[in-house]
């Protein structure tokens, strides 16, 4: 695949809504900020890409179960987590525009990634953005306010009236339902450890910085899970999951050269070890996924404001003990954003003419299979093919428009298969697929083309 040395995020924005990816949110009522609709096409890729993650750490692990835990949680989990308390971003307003932004995220995009903001103090931030002469990415004016704290989570009531009703919150983050269910799972599972607890789901933030599209938006989703285990299994564990968080993202189709670890320079007091696998996106390098030695500090701050004990006994030496918690996690849109840009190629062909085709592996594509009558008095036969693979596939069907128009369309949503039922179709029983990456075609019998493309859906 060619590289694209000019590859915009306003490119893949024009694509995602012209082939119905992802709509900006609200868009009829002026759109609302940092907030997205995925289309027809995108969410299937979103929904095959969870789908994906989900064979490869839950499916293909026996120690690994998965849970759907609610997003609305007693608020005294966000008390044990330290979010009420602490939860935070370091946030400055421009005084010119009145708009705001996080002080880390400017350092970052003004330094392009080589300054980690995370590990310096409010005022070393301040300092940096002064003596650096970081001006506001909306006016272009350096007039900042100090830095100040806010907390995005969002907040809500239960009960029928609002006087007197309880204060609930949109979760934040999704861990905190594994490891409330902890318990649970381990005694209906009979998990022994080391074992983990996965998930995927929605979580909420209220944030205020512009979002770079799919980047960062205040309502995403998350995949991930907790491993429990001894504290001499802990950093293994970690090593580990670094591996296979970085294997599974480059057979989705992410390359090597595009990738990076990050470890953290900047520690919460509780965590032995942290770093993210960081992608090379149009705007720069950013996170795409995060791995995380957490101790014990997860389970001890639930025990304690819970009064449950979360001791784990070993039944092989009746060692009791809290356990070690190893977090994986990787935002489900955040990584169909990467793996749109990493699919997007411009190809200059024979003519002058340009094709824009998205290489997702075919595992992922939103649709596997394209039925495509060659003229539309075939439409009868094409139809009857479209029933018979769409048992197996997500399909498309389209007899609008000349075959060429057609194949351009299937490529730029990335459809690696177009089936072409001609006349001949109609004696021979057999139809014409091209294959989107080579534009080769070859002739296959109708009962052919199943198998034929089974072959190139799995994902190892």
């Known amino acids: 695949m060619a590289e694209n040395k000019k590859l915009s995020m306003e490119k893949i924005v024009n694509l995602c809504k012209s082939r119905g990816f992802v709509y900006p949110g609200s868009e009829i009522y002026g759109g609302f900020a940092n907030t997205w609709d995925f289309g027809p096409v995108g969410v299937e890729l979103k929904n095959n890409v969870k789908r994906s993650w989900w064979k490869r750490f839950v499916q293909e692990s026996p120690s690994t179960y998965g849970v759907d835990a609610a997003i609305l949680m007693n608020p005294r989990v966000w008390e044990a987590s330290g979010h009420v308390q602490s939860f935070g971003d370091p946030k400055m307003d421009c005084k010119n525009c009145k708009q705001r932004f996080r002080a880390d995220t400017l ?35 350096r007039n900042w306010t100090p830095i100040r704290k806010f907390n995005p989570m969002f907040i809500t009531s239960r009960g029928t ?40 789901g929605k979580s909420f933030r209220n944030e205020i910085t512009p979002g770079n599209f799919l980047f960062r938006t205040v309502e995403f989703e998350q995949m991930e899970l907790q491993m429990f285990c001894k504290e001499s299994e802990a950093m293994q564990i970690y090593a580990d999951y670094k591996a296979k968080a970085q294997k599974y993202v480059e057979d989705l189709g992410l390359k090597a050269e595009n990738l990076r670890f990050h470890d953290h320079d900047k520690l919460a007091h509780y965590a032995k070890a942290a770093c993210d696998i960081q992608y090379n996106f149009p705007m720069g390098w950013q996170e795409l996924n995060g791995i995380h030695h957490r101790g014990t500090w997860d389970l001890s701050r639930h025990q304690e404001f819970s009064g ?50 998205m290489h997702f592996h075919p595992a992922i594509a939103p649709y596997k299979v394209a039925i495509l009558p060659l003229q539309k008095n075939l439409g009868e036969k094409a139809k009857e093919v479209y029933a018979k693979l769409s048992k197996k596939f997500m ?66």
């Not at 003596?131 to 006016?139: G, I, L, Q, S």
């Not at 934040?172 to 080391?194: D, H, I, M, S, W």
């Not at 080579?438 to 019998?445: C, G, P, T």
């Open 107 to 141: 350092i970052e995009a003004h330094s392009k990634g080589s300054v980690a903001a995370e590990a310096m103090t409010d005022a070393e931030m301040e300092n940096y953005i002064a003596e650096h002469d970081v001006k506001c990415p909306h006016c272009g004016v």
């Open 161 to 200: 009236l609002e006087e007197g009703s309880d204060k609930v919150y949109l979760r934040p983050e999704t861990c905190q339902g594994e490891y409330v269910n902890f318990l649970n799972v381990q005694r209906t599972a009979r998990a022994k450890v080391p074992f983990a607890i996965a998930q995927v």
């Open 308 to 357: 449950k004990s979360m001791l784990y006994v070993d039944p092989f030496t009746n060692e009791k003990f809290i356990p070690n918690v190893i977090e994986y996690s990787i935002g489900a849109d955040r990584l169909t954003l990467a793996l749109l840009c990493a699919a997007y190629e411009e190809q200059a062909l024979e003519g002058g003419d340009v094709r824009t085709v």
């Open 395 to 460: 399909c498309d069907y389209d007899e609008t428009g000349s075959i060429g128009k057609r194949y351009r369309r299937q490529d730029e949503i990335g459809t690696p298969f177009c089936v072409t039922v001609d006349f001949d179709t109609l004696e021979d029983g057999a139809v014409t697929v091209r294959d989107r990456d080579s534009m080769q075609q070859i002739r296959l019998k109708i009962d052919e083309v199943i198998p034929y493309v089974e072959k190139f859906l799995e994902f190892n």
